[in-house]
């Protein structure tokens, strides 16, 4: 694991300066504390920091092929580089390191552009072709490695984080104002932008490619729903899903240094320590953390995992003086505002890993492929209820009976919030059943949300135009499928993005065996009763686990990892809130409503509604200002 950087000014009399270079790949030190290196070519700059994984002596970047014409930064793992190694051998390539680095290259020089199609892992990389002038860039199929690139007329820039690029004074720190609504929405941007004006992320599945002045970009692969084989037994199912994740753990298996296991105790984390334990020769190091707080603890069940797969089990449990403490750094480690405050708690689990192993493996992914959250059958549900409900027989019944009774209810009342989420009482589309209703800030919020000046005019009706994009590409009619393909180039993304900044920002490598690509596609031909059966998900995981994991752990439902903000911001931290939120500085801005934001701070101090979401998310978006457009050390900013 390890972070790049560089620039190619498309002006070629425009020499690059090697102290520029080395400015962006010394914001990137977390990522590769172990090596550093730069290549200059006139007009082109490359810069590295490398995390030693393969081949600790031989894998310094970049890296050129044999004559030079050739060089690469890389980050990223290939699984599958030694059977790519042996082809390319038998076709004359000579190696001179045993590092996957090199197997990139020469795969390039074999294949060209399509190289891609050859690697399986994760992986983003930047290729300089000398003789062809072209610059070549990939990432993996999922989006596991990151790749953010700013393209001017002068010069393309690009790196492993954003903050890479903003070493580079000549790229502007500026609010993408077009992505707001879309961030206060989900948290996270659908398309290739992000919340810095002019810095795009390479999306997952996609090739850059820079020639003749010119940028191209391809997608390179996509998930295909094929029809399953109705002749297919459950059981054969059962075992091939078996067989293909053993495969993927194995694989992940590859380090030349001591590997580990971040186990929440749920089933996903909890089958790939099965597995894992079952093929190594020691026991293996697991790693896990939790709250204090007695319903935010969790630390029971991954220590039932541990024990049931032998394993040698650490823990930590986070105060929130060690929370409140780290979220600015953090949100310098993540370039864009937190979208998850499980988020703090995976780099206090990665920096305990940190003192033991130097790879983990995690169980990022499985909700995703096999329908792990319940707002999916939720949505089946409420959406197949509308349908009864809006027929004629019906539709007065709910409007003239239901709805104002369920308004009539006080605010207090314990199922009101419930029931104004469901098909009794919202319109009957998927932008209200599914986006709004798990949205942080919904269409009607972020209508009263923002100042004037700001939305002035803006048609929160297109709110969502980017995900009916995403989601009308799935080449399933099923409704399941298609909100799975969405979340896979969504929503995943982001828990990716997560997963490799906080990891990284303890210099810790993470493996994710459940996005495989074969498994993924694998996962893509299954009936979607081996996914969900009423309110059984990930039905075929399940089945699969049976005897290898605790009963307790299988029959869980998904609880994603708890934090206590909702406590912490109505009773014992509330000042954070209050300090952030209605600080003069905040105000002056000018992007809220401030009478829309203290309603909501309002309404969550006295009980009424669990706002916690919303204040998180507006407090971490007024940090990111500060941190990054307006350049404050984060160091200096104490929230406690």
Same mark, same amino acid.
């Given at each position: 694991?390890?972070?790049?950087?560089?620039?190619?000014?498309?002006?070629?009399?425009?020499?690059?300066?090697?102290?520029?270079?080395?400015?962006?790949?010394?914001?990137?030190?977390?990522?590769?504390?172990?090596?550093?290196?730069?290549?200059?070519?006139?007009?082109?700059?490359?810069?590295?920091?490398?995390?030693?994984?393969?081949?600790?002596?031989?894998?310094?970047?970049?890296?050129?092929?044999?004559?030079?014409?050739?060089?690469?930064?890389?980050?990223?793992?290939?699984?599958?580089?030694?059977?790519?190694?042996?082809?390319?051998?038998?076709?004359?390539?000579?190696?001179?390191?045993?590092?996957?680095?090199?197997?990139?290259?020469?795969?390039?020089?074999?294949?060209?552009?399509?190289?891609?199609?050859?690697?399986?892992?994760?992986?983003?990389?930047?290729?300089?072709?000398?003789?062809?002038?072209?610059?070549?860039?990939?990432?993996?199929?999922?989006?596991?490695?990151?790749?953010?690139?700013? #393209?001017?007329? *002068? !010069?393309?820039?690009?790196? @492993? /984080?954003?903050?890479?690029?903003?070493? &580079?004074? =000549?790229?502007?720190? +500026?609010?993408?104002?077009?992505?707001?609504?879309?961030?206060?929405?989900?948290?996270?941007?659908?398309?290739?932008?992000?919340?810095?004006?002019?810095?795009?992320?390479?999306?997952?599945?996609?090739?850059?490619?820079?020639?003749?002045?010119?940028?191209?970009?391809?997608?390179?692969?996509?998930? #295909?729903?094929? *029809? !399953?084989?109705?002749?297919? @037994? /459950?059981?054969?199912?059962?075992?091939? &899903?078996? =067989?293909?994740?053993? +495969?993927?753990?194995?694989?992940?298996?590859?380090?030349?240094?001591?590997?580990?296991?971040?186990?929440?105790?749920?089933?996903?984390?909890?089958?790939?320590?099965?597995?894992?334990?079952?093929?190594?020769?020691?026991?293996?190091?697991?790693?896990?953390?939790?709250?204090?707080?007695?319903?935010?603890?969790?630390?029971? !069940?991954?220590?039932?995992?541990? /024990?049931?797969?032998?394993?040698?089990?650490?823990?930590?449990?986070?105060?929130?003086?060690?929370?409140?403490?780290?979220?600015?750094?953090?949100?310098?480690?993540?370039?864009?505002?937190?979208?998850?405050?499980?988020?703090?708690?995976?780099?206090?689990?990665?920096?305990?890993?940190?003192?033991?192993?130097?790879?983990?493996?995690?169980?990022?992914?499985?909700?995703?492929?096999?329908?792990?959250?319940?707002?999916?059958?939720?949505?089946?549900?409420?959406?197949?209820?509308?349908?009864?409900?809006?027929?004629?027989?019906?539709?007065?019944?709910?409007?003239?009976?239901?709805?104002?009774?369920?308004?009539?209810?006080?605010?207090?009342?314990?199922?009101?919030?419930?029931?104004?989420?469901?098909?009794?009482?919202?319109?009957?589309?998927?932008?209200?059943?599914?986006?709004?209703?798990?949205?942080?800030?919904?269409?009607?919020?972020?209508?009263?949300?923002?100042?004037?000046?700001?939305?002035?005019?803006?048609?929160?009706?297109?709110?969502?135009?980017?995900?009916?994009?995403?989601?009308?590409?799935?080449?399933?009619?099923?409704?399941?499928?298609?909100?799975?393909?969405?979340?896979?180039?969504?929503?995943?993304?982001?828990?990716?993005?997560?997963?490799?900044?906080?990891?990284?920002?303890?210099?810790?490598?993470?493996?994710?065996?459940?996005?495989?690509?074969?498994?993924?596609?694998?996962?893509?031909?299954?009936?979607?009763?081996?996914?969900?059966?009423?309110?059984?998900?990930?039905?075929?995981?399940?089945?699969?686990?049976?005897?290898?994991?605790?009963?307790?752990?299988?029959?869980?439902?998904?609880?994603?990892?708890?934090?206590?903000?909702?406590?912490?911001?109505?009773?014992?931290?509330?000042?954070?809130?209050?300090?952030?939120?209605?600080?003069?500085?905040?105000?002056?801005?000018?992007?809220?409503?401030?009478?829309?934001?203290?309603?909501?701070?309002?309404?969550?101090?006295?009980?009424?509604?669990?706002?916690?979401?919303?204040?998180?998310?507006?407090?971490?978006?007024?940090?990111?200002?500060?941190?990054?457009?307006?350049?404050?050390?984060?160091?200096?900013?104490?929230?406690?």
């Amino acid at each position: 694991m390890c972070g790049f950087c560089g620039v190619y000014f498309k002006d070629t009399s425009r020499k690059t300066d090697q102290r520029l270079i080395q400015k962006m790949a010394d914001t990137l030190h977390h990522r590769g504390p172990d090596d550093s290196g730069e290549y200059i070519d006139n007009n082109l700059g490359l810069g590295f920091r490398r995390l030693s994984i393969i081949d600790l002596a031989g894998g310094h970047q970049p890296m050129s092929n044999d004559d030079g014409s050739i060089w690469i930064v890389y980050n990223g793992e290939i699984y599958n580089h030694l059977e790519i190694r042996y082809t390319l051998q038998g076709k004359r390539y000579s190696y001179r390191t045993k590092c996957d680095t090199e197997s990139v290259i020469h795969a390039y020089e074999e294949y060209g552009k399509d190289c891609v199609n050859h690697l399986r892992g994760m992986f983003a990389f930047i290729i300089y072709d000398r003789n062809r002038r072209r610059l070549f860039a990939a990432r993996d199929r999922l989006g596991i490695k990151p790749f953010y690139y700013h #393209d001017c007329k *002068d !010069y393309l820039a690009f790196g @492993s /984080e954003i903050k890479s690029l903003l070493a &580079f004074d =000549e790229i502007p720190r +500026e609010l993408n104002i077009d992505s707001l609504a879309e961030q206060m929405a989900l948290k996270y941007t659908l398309d290739d932008q992000t919340l810095f004006k002019g810095i795009k992320k390479l999306m997952p599945g996609h090739t850059l490619t820079l020639e003749n002045g010119s940028i191209e970009i391809r997608k390179y692969w996509d998930i #295909d729903f094929q *029809d !399953y084989d109705s002749r297919r @037994s /459950e059981q054969r199912y059962i075992e091939q &899903f078996h =067989e293909l994740f053993e +495969e993927s753990v194995k694989m992940r298996l590859m380090s030349d240094v001591p590997l580990g296991m971040f186990l929440s105790g749920g089933i996903d984390s909890s089958a790939v320590a099965a597995c894992m334990s079952r093929m190594v020769g020691q026991p293996i190091k697991t790693f896990s953390a939790a709250f204090a707080e007695r319903a935010y603890n969790e630390l029971e !069940y991954s220590r039932l995992s541990a /024990e049931q797969c032998g394993a040698e089990c650490h823990e930590i449990t986070i105060t929130p003086n060690q929370f409140f403490s780290e979220l600015p750094h953090l949100i310098f480690q993540e370039d864009e505002p937190i979208a998850h405050p499980s988020s703090v708690a995976l780099y206090f689990v990665a920096r305990l890993a940190r003192d033991h192993v130097k790879v983990v493996l995690t169980g990022e992914g499985s909700d995703e492929l096999l329908g792990g959250y319940e707002r999916y059958y939720q949505t089946l549900y409420n959406l197949k209820a509308g349908r009864i409900l809006d027929l004629p027989i019906f539709k007065p019944v709910k409007r003239y009976l239901l709805k104002p009774i369920i308004d009539f209810l006080p605010d207090r009342f314990p199922y009101k919030n419930k029931a104004v989420r469901t098909a009794v009482y919202l319109e009957n589309d998927l932008d209200t059943i599914f986006l709004d209703n798990y949205s942080t800030f919904s269409r009607q919020m972020q209508s009263s949300l923002y100042s004037p000046k700001v939305f002035n005019g803006f048609n929160f009706k297109n709110l969502y135009q980017n995900y009916h994009s995403i989601y009308g590409n799935c080449n399933s009619e099923l409704l399941l499928n298609k909100l799975l393909y969405a979340d896979l180039k969504t929503y995943l993304l982001e828990l990716l993005m997560k997963q490799d900044q906080m990891s990284m920002a303890a210099s810790i490598e993470s493996r994710v065996p459940f996005l495989d690509h074969r498994l993924v596609e694998f996962t893509a031909s299954l009936p979607v009763s081996m996914k969900i059966k009423g309110l059984n998900t990930k039905r075929i995981l399940r089945k699969a686990m049976e005897g290898k994991i605790p009963d307790p752990i299988l029959s869980r439902s998904k609880k994603g990892f708890p934090v206590p903000i909702e406590k912490w911001f109505r009773h014992d931290h509330k000042m954070v809130v209050t300090d952030i939120l209605f600080d003069e500085r905040t105000r002056k801005r000018g992007i809220f409503n401030q009478k829309a934001v203290e309603h909501i701070v309002r309404k969550h101090e006295i009980g009424v509604r669990n706002y916690s979401d919303q204040i998180w998310t507006l407090i971490n978006f007024e940090l990111w200002q500060r941190i990054f457009l307006e350049r404050e050390d984060y160091s200096s900013i104490q929230l406690l």
